[in-house]
């Protein structure tokens, strides 16, 4: 019985992580009673299970994951979403629409459409079901897709949420964060959609590091201190706004693909997350299935819960 | 063109190579991990004068369709010398020689990754050679395995490789490009370094049973020098990326209580 690493060390593939009776979870393989690592990232000893944080790495699904995938290919009843990762993954009419429901489901979404979906089967022979008939799942008709590796996902989160809750609170944004390393963002403006993906980059960057939430934290109060300064001086003087640091903008993964509120472009309104009346295209849906189109005021509450669910599975 | 000579002996009668360097000794090798940005993982190695970019894709979906596995990935390793990266320009068409070292070196990679993890999908592995002074498919393996890791690929172990050839009677370790071209043979390998298996080994010349045992043997020690290397290169391109430092222990429990969140969901890997 000997484990031959630090806590959270930097292992590689092959390094001798432990010898006895440990067990090898995520990361690791075992010959005989020695467990090796299989991956580059932080080994970790928990109870006499030995396990390797990855620190890179695809989207590979696993049941009950939130996912954000847009729609490549629409068949007879199936959507084709593409989630990111090798696999491509289907999503079945009867599992995203309440019945009757109208024989062209083109009507309800169609290519292009970006949805927030659950995974509800994958067994690597068929490839992965999606689902949207859970709380909040829908399709994504405004604000943006952020893309980052999946394997920094845990760490965008924290415990129980308490990233992504923390940054929430400060930013005053709505956030839904998938599996598969997408982040759905919608701010009140640019600024604060910019300071977002600020953060959440910092955070991928940052993954392995300790103390991240107090750091995203102090970087953000800051910034936002600075966002409001700024504000405060365009008043007096009304001159055009001068975005400083438009560098973080080119970090954008789709950048345009959920844009549309035109009252975001000017950060005139700093900080109140007021709901634009998005709902012309959404109440196509909510006819046949309620389900799936949520409510605009019910949104904001909704999506915390979505992202705390996720933590305690 | 470089003008190119014959040196008049590789060993001269203090036991040195031509270069200088030890019947024994390696090349400088220089290893850096992470330095394609677009690629999912990749590797670059200096070794003596050769220049090697690998770079790792994927797993991701398969095109075309039709080379599907169902059981377990396809494992694309595609090796191309550059038309400058030798002194008589290379002609740019893929030749039969890179098509070879290409399996060869698929062939030396396959049995350290779990390929049965992601059926049906590609890992691609691209292998640049930018500048060639021998020893080429030895360094494309050892950095390309560097690749694969940087990927986040799962695999029991790096793999190490090396040439070992044979200069008036004497075997050397590593050839540089005049030892390869003058000298009497060239046996490369690749091991497995927890095991000491071998994943490649190819000769070229003659080499009697005593020989080619010795050449393994001092392959096999270079190997595990360059091992060393390699595990280097890669747990120095992640302590890079922090940007403070190690914190202290007392901070630390921020950092755990997220480790909790990650193993829930490895419990449920577990179970698949």
Known sequence: MAVYFQKREVVVPGQLLAEGRYRASFGTYDDGDRIYSALVGLAELRGNTVKVVALEGVYIPREGDLVLGTITIVTGNNWKVDIGGPYLASLHANNALRRPYDDDISRYMDIGDVIAAEVIAFDRVTGPFLGMKGRGLRRLDSGMILEISPAKIPRVIGRRGSMINMIQDILRIQTMVGQNGRIWIRASNIEVMRLAIKAFKMIEAQAHTSRLTDRVKTMLEEEMANIHGEEMSEDMFEEPTDIEDSKESEDIAEPAELVEDEDTAEGEEPVKPEKSPKTEAVDEIKDDSPEDATEEETESEETETETKEEVSE | ?272
């Open chain 2, 1 to 272: 063109m470089s003008p190119e000579v014959k040196p008049d002996s590789l060993l001269n009668a203090e036991g040195l190579r031509f270069d200088g360097r030890r019947i024994d000794e390696l090349r400088p090798v220089q290893m850096e991990v992470g330095v394609l940005k677009t690629a999912d993982g990749s590797a670059s190695i200096r070794q003596g004068k050769t220049y090697i970019l690998a770079a790792v894709y994927g797993p991701r979906e398969l095109h075309p369709r039709h080379l599907t596995l169902n059981d377990r990935a396809f494992l694309r390793v595609v090796y191309r010398m550059a038309t400058f990266s030798v002194p008589d320009r290379k002609r740019p068409a893929p030749s039969r020689r890179e098509r070879e070292i290409s399996m060869v070196i698929a062939n030396a990679l396959q049995p350290v990754l779990f390929l049965e993890q992601y059926p049906k999908a590609v890992i691609d592995v691209f292998i640049q050679v930018i500048q060639a002074d021998g020893g080429t498919r030895c360094a494309a393996i050892n950095a390309a395995s560097l690749a694969l890791a940087d990927a986040g690929i799962p695999m029991r172990s790096l793999v190490p490789s090396v040439a070992v050839g044979k200069a008036e009677g004497t075997l050397i370790v590593d050839l540089g490009d005049e030892e390869d071209k003058y000298g009497e043979g060239d046996v490369p390998l690749a091991i497995l370094p927890g095991t000491n298996e071998l994943t490649l080994l190819q000769q070229d010349g003659s080499f009697t049973r005593e020989e080619l045992m010795e050449a393994m043997q001092m392959g096999i020690n270079a190997c595990k020098y360059l091992h060393e290397l390699q595990k280097d290169a890669l747990k120095r391109s992640y302590s890079k990326k922090a940007p403070e430092g190690e914190d202290d222990d007392d901070e630390m429990d921020d950092y755990d209580d997220d480790l909790e969140t990650d193993l829930g969901e490895a419990d449920i890997m577990e179970d698949e």
